[in-house]
């Protein structure tokens, strides 16, 4: 009884606005937690993406970033219960959403000075400048995910006025608190960030909030000042311009987001590049006065040539980009049919409109690329597998699982060929997937890139030798093949892989540890 009395008392002491609010009023506080739960989680997606085109979207940016965006509510929650105790005022709660939004609606204004000093940190690869400012752009979170945080447990203290129907209360709230939440996944990801892009999105997510938290100040006699906020956050948005990165070098073409990725297209002198999220690699080149790249992509052509000999009649490529090594297949050897798998509708576009691909023979096909090969019934002779998210390789494309469904998908003489990054010393990712591929198939080669930190793996569905693949590289009798297989020959770059122990499977495949600790080993000796 007692416990129950100072309940009550603590309950009364709550100022009469908010005591006894109109109807309307108490609706427009679960708009307000509605609001609340979907902008919360939909800035924990924006902040993936915000982030991406400087430090990738690898499981470890996602895990710092909820970790942090977590801690961010959790110490909302706790200090929106002891203010909401201390100063149950309505009019408090919409100050502190409307700081909220306005401190939402900066972010996209300040985050790329900071993004791009990081990249030039990275590029003296000074580790604590590439920490510090990863950090500092997590930090930007910090203001308004802590405020949003406030809300629920303070809309609680507000909609309770007697302790028989706390219990109703809370569950309204948290009701409609993941509720909006659930939309704030949905609809940033399914609809805002791929229409419209990062920053326009988080804008929206501002203006919105805005808008809820100054109806609600001039709702308890704050002035029709109040609904100047959505007005600022909306002039903010209007102030924006240039992309979200500058582009490294050259002139950049275009800019958009897509569901998967940030692009660019980058010209270059004759040369047009496709650079995809942080921009430390190319995915595609398309040059129309050369054939050769120089790269990877160029490497792939050889892959024949550790089978039979004979040139291919119908090659998968997965992670099929700007379409550069479906141009170089067609070229070599005329309109042989191609698979061309690349799970980025978008970059399909691009790559139509900057890159020419628009081989006849080409037959794009928009889908995760191991899905796809898991449901095709066809058989390649060459299967080429490019598939990035800069800088890591998707884990379920390293593993033994996927290694034994393409060599299913091969002909007798078919070769699988895989791309692989490493550095000038440390070749920890080539052994693993090599070492995963000696497991599947009976030879394994390796050939490094010369003019690029890059090794193509090669896996046949026979048993052969370097010996073997020379004297098929020296038989050579097509011109435009003969480039590169001298380049391969001269410098001695072809190896056989042999089992090292390491065996990748869809159980434990921690490509994105390897790359990690590439990355940091590099910077270390530097």
């Not at 490529?317 to 798998?341: C, E, H, K, M, N």
Request: cysteine-free; overall charge neutral.
């Amino acid at each position: 009884m007692l416990a129950d009395g100072m309940a009550r008392a603590r309950i009364d002491r709550v100022p009469p606005s908010a005591e006894l609010p109109r109807a309307w009023r108490r609706e427009l506080l679960l708009v307000l937690v509605f609001v609340g739960g979907l902008t919360s989680l939909g800035v924990e997606f924006a902040a993936a993406r915000l982030l991406a085109p400087f430090f990738g979207q690898s499981l470890f940016i996602w895990g710092t970033l909820i970790g942090l965006i977590l801690i961010y509510l959790t110490v909302g929650y706790y200090v929106g219960g002891r203010v909401a105790d201390r100063w149950p005022d309505p009019r408090l709660l919409y100050r502190i959403t409307t700081v909220a939004a306005l401190a939402l609606g900066l972010i996209p204004l300040v985050a790329r000075p900071i993004l791009s000093f990081s990249q030039q940190g990275f590029a003296r690869l000074s580790l604590g400048i590439v920490v510090g400012s990863l950090l500092s752009v997590i930090v930007l979170f910090a203001v308004p995910v802590t405020l949003l945080g406030i809300v629920s447990p303070f809309a609680i203290r507000l909609r309770i006025h007697d302790v028989k129907t706390a219990g109703n209360a809370a569950g309204a709230v948290y009701a409609l608190s993941t509720l909006g939440s659930i939309l704030g996944t949905f609809i940033p990801v399914f609809w805002l960030i791929p229409s419209f892009g990062t920053r326009p999105t988080i804008f929206i997510l501002a203006i919105g909030l805005g808008i809820v938290s100054g109806v609600g100040l001039w709702a308890y006699g704050g002035g029709w000042w109040a609904l100047a906020v959505p007005v600022v956050i909306l002039g903010l948005a209007l102030i924006q311009h240039g992309g979200i990165r500058a582009a490294a070098y050259g002139t950049r073409l275009f800019e958009a987001e897509s569901a998967y990725n940030y692009i660019q297209v980058v010209q270059d002198g004759t040369r047009t590049d496709l650079v995809l999220n942080e921009g430390h690699a190319v995915h595609s080149i398309y040059d129309p006065t050369t054939l050769y790249t120089r790269g990877p992509w160029d490497y792939f052509l050889l892959a024949p040539l550790f089978g039979s000999g004979a040139r291919p009649e119908r090659i998968a490529i997965i992670g099929l980009a700007g379409g550069t090594v479906a141009r170089q297949y067609t070229s070599i050897d005329g309109p042989i049919p191609i698979d061309g798998v690349e799970i980025d509708p978008r970059i399909v576009e691009v790559g139509r409109r900057y890159f020419q691909m628009t081989e006849p023979n080409l037959n794009v096909i928009v889908a995760d690329g191991r899905y796809w090969l898991q449901t095709t019934n066809r058989r390649y002779d060459v299967i080429a597998v490019d598939a990035y998210r800069q800088p890591y390789i998707p884990f379920y494309l390293t593993t033994r699982e996927f290694f034994a469904s393409a060599r299913d998908h091969l002909t007798p003489n078919g070769v699988l060929a895989i791309n692989a990054g490493r550095t000038a010393s440390d070749y920890r990712l080539v052994d693993a997937l090599s070492g995963t591929l000696t497991a599947v198939y009976p030879s394994v080669f390796v050939v490094d890139v010369e003019a690029y930190t890059n090794s193509v793996i090669f896996a046949t569905n026979t048993e052969t030798s370097v010996e073997e693949f020379r004297a098929r590289a020296l038989a050579n009798q097509n011109l435009a093949l003969d480039p590169i297989v001298q380049d391969a020959l001269a410098t001695g770059r072809v190896r056989q892989a042999h089992p090292n122990g390491i065996v990748f499977t869809d159980d434990l495949a921690p490509v994105e540890r390897v790359i990690d600790e590439i990355i940091l080993g590099y910077i270390r000796s530097q």
